[in-house]
């Protein structure tokens, strides 16, 4: 298994290009079901920024989550 760098997973994943992606656009793009989101959020393991009642995953924040957790089988 090969785990991925920043580059890979922009060229492998439709990442949306704004700054602060909406849980709803995580979910539209199909990277990540919103209800995932908010648990990862609460436990701490996603980095979120909250305004009003949306959340808002940092572009950043969410290529490191994806970087610590997906791998390449093959």
């Known amino acids: 298994m090969e785990k991925?760098?920043?580059?890979?997973?922009?060229?492998m994943v439709d990442i949306p290009k704004m700054q602060f992606i909406p849980l709803t656009e995580l979910e539209n793009?199909?990277?990540i079901l919103?209800?995932?989101a908010r648990k990862l959020i609460k436990?701490?393991?996603l980095q979120a920024v909250k305004v009003g009642r949306k959340y808002?995953?940092?572009?950043?924040?969410?290529?490191?989550?994806?970087?610590?957790n997906l791998t390449v089988k093959g």
């Open 34 to 36: 919103r209800t995932t």
């Open 29 to 31: 793009a199909g990277l």
């Open 43 to 45: 436990e701490g393991k």
């Open 56 to 68: 808002f995953i940092p572009r950043k924040a969410l290529i490191a989550w994806l970087e610590s």
């Open 4 to 11: 991925l760098n920043q580059s890979s997973i922009e060229e």
